[in-house]
């Protein structure tokens, strides 16, 4: 028998988990791990959830003696704790046969003959990883329904249920808030078709400010904000370090409303910009608008209005989500480098950081400007998740870049693309850069990339045996 040496780590037990249970990987519906992290050097947790709302917590611990379980394999001790209803998982239902499913992948990965390595506790790593569990916002997703039919909206049940305004609803919502603050979370993005819709926000986001929750993006699409009996009482809810993200797709009714394909939505966002404007709010707003054939000839008109009112403004991508309906993506995504040709021209010109080094360079009039570019895989927008944690079941399939083993600008590249995206547009764009194409600006961001890598590596953890 050979032996197998692994660290236990977080990456070993998701390579482990059934590939269709991996982040991304999965059915719409089906539970999948959501979020995964580390929680001590003999314990793993992976957050199983099925994107409606149901979560089960399944904590694998290197063998603990008296620990409860449900599953035990060679070396693991595995526990779950369901995060809604009476905490008892039934016989028979989804998240009994994919904690099943899971045990059995954990027993088929860990033999008689596999070696853990831990890893040794690096005091700093673990200040520095409760500090960006803290200050990174999780979210709380309030899926209440969305009146808008946004033809770029891949979500696989646009439009959605009612959140009801019940008990039972509104203590499971309050539960996430305090699962979330018990991992030492200070900040949310409370997202979800749209959460203004659910009749008890404010009362969830005043238990969310007592429970110490100190910044708090609220995602919507804003028509109901124009309403001051709905808008009042949510701000006053809101902790003083917020910020509300509303859809602007148009700088014209007739583009905003071909994009959300609701006559009047241009007209009612704007009210609830203007009551925002009145309620001395400007400053909490961030414009968000959905690049599409629709309105890429608009952008250049909505950055400057978003400018006039003293608002941030957050262009990006459309994308393609995992289980979602890839006819809505083909239909409004547009080639990049039609996407850059509009963005170069605009006066000054527009930087979006989801269009990669070699199709933004390719302009020669922002070839010399300051860059950054997104380290992630192009961003799912409202479920854009930070680079510590798996991919959430939103996000859609990506494919490496095939030059990145060549491109001077890998190194800040998410060298990365949707497969919705290739299979629509191919690869010809994507064409490996040669120092040489490179302007200082991106060269020096390169070289303090590098040196901060360099330092990020220094130090790195012995382990250990068990
Ligand atoms: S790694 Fe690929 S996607 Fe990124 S800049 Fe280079 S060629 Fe473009």
Sequence with gaps: MTEQARVFDTTAILNACPAD?????????????????????????LELGNGTGDYVSVHVHLREAGAQRFRRTAHLDICHHPRRGDGRVDRGSAEARALEQLGDALERADGPEQRWLVPEPQPQQARKSRKQTQHAPQYLTVDAACRLHCVFCTLATAGGPDLRADDATFTALQAEVDRLVGRGVQSLYVDGRDPVAYPRLAALLDHARARGIADVHLLTPGTRLADPEVLDPILRALPPRHWLHLPLYGATAAVHDA??????????????LELLRERRAAAHVVLVSVVTRQNLHELAQIRDEAARAGMTWRPHLVYPMAGGRRQQYRDVAVRLTDVQATLATASPPIHLPEVPPCVALSSPRVARRAMTW??????????ARDGATPASSANAAVLPCPARGTCAAAVVCPAAVYADYIDLFGWAEFQALRPSDLGVATRVAIAAHRIAQAFASTGAGETHTR
């Excluded at 959300?260 to 609830?272: D, F, I, K, M, W």
């Design 374 to 383: 997104n380290k992630l895989p192009t961003l799912p927008g409202a479920t």
């Design 21 to 45: 249970m991996r982040p991304g990987g999965h059915a719409a519906g089906a539970f999948a791990v959501q979020d995964a992290w580390q929680r001590g050097p003999t314990e793993i947790v």
């Design 259 to 272: 994009v959300t394909g609701v006559p009047g939505s241009h007209a009612a966002v704007l009210r609830a």
